[in-house]
């Protein structure tokens, strides 16, 4: 998609330095355009620690041209060993996205088949630009099925689709197109008229920074709300359909995105509205049947709650929010039961949440 006019990828190689990786500095968005290099293993788990890179399919590619760097800085000893650590490294940078396990599984696997072939960094490389290309692929193919249900509320309405989304499922958190925004980029390319109301989605604002921020380069119509304000619109019939990401999604069709989107899903549920999760095959965990119990909540710094941040004069500041000795929980994702979900929008089209539907998408799954 583009800034100011320019087409961008959100990750991709520099140019005339194959041992540079490039990237777009999420946290400085929307205030500042920057990018940064990749240059050592501690500089790809930092990216994606520090949300630098978010997003679970964003956040999977860089952890295999992560692995790509380690390859790089191997310099002796055993080769298996050493990759086998730098992996775990990479997996510890943030725990509950699967893409990231998944990315750095597939290139590991595929170093070590490969160890003996002469060209083997030029084929690690190719192995996970095939895995960034693979991810537009499946961000567009999400886009085509889910522009089916916006086109149908259109057809029926006659008036423009009102669509609420939660964080930022958008290219930013991708290479291209998004998951949840894939079908509105869809619907805009073909003239359907669409609104976004778009959550700030606290603490770290992703919506109010990122989402508004690549629809508004696009020319997509859409307003910033309070995180608490859905519900409300709701209420009122001012909301047509909510679509947002996951960054994990068990076989049974648990889903768990950014903290908040549980509350949009049971708001939706009461007013009959459809709420529906965009996600391509690499963020389902096919092992966990619970989502509630078994997948991991990552908990963050108890700055981004306490501290916020905005632009003045002098650049991006933080400021404190809260009082000095108040303590912070900062749980960065919630789970939404199977059950609250309207559908699943994958690269294969559109299934219920709920094993048997999603198994007929994915039977090569059924093991």
Known sequence: MKIQGKQYHTIWLKEGDSKTVQVIDQRKLPFQFEVVDLKTTQDSWFAINEMVVRGAPLIGVTAAFGIYIALLEFQEGNLETYLIEKADYLKSSRPTAVNLAFA???????????????KLIEKTLEKANQLKEKEIQFSEKIGEFGVNIIEEIYETKKDTVNILTHCNAGWLACIDWGTATAPMYKAHLKGIPVHVWVDETRPRNQGARLTAFELGEEGIPHTVIPDNTGGHLMQHGKVDLVIVGSDRTTIN????NKIGTYLKALAAKDNNIPFYVALPSSTFDWELEDGIKEIPIELRDSKEVSEIEGWTENGVQSVRLIPKNSKVANYGFDVTPARLVTGLIT????????KDSILKLFPEKNY
């Open 104 to 118: 750095v599984e597939e290139m590991l696997k595929f170093i070590l088949q490969e160890k003996s072939n002469p």
């Open 253 to 256: 069709g648990d889903v768990a």
């Open 347 to 354: 690269e294969r089209g559109i299934c219920e949440a709920q």
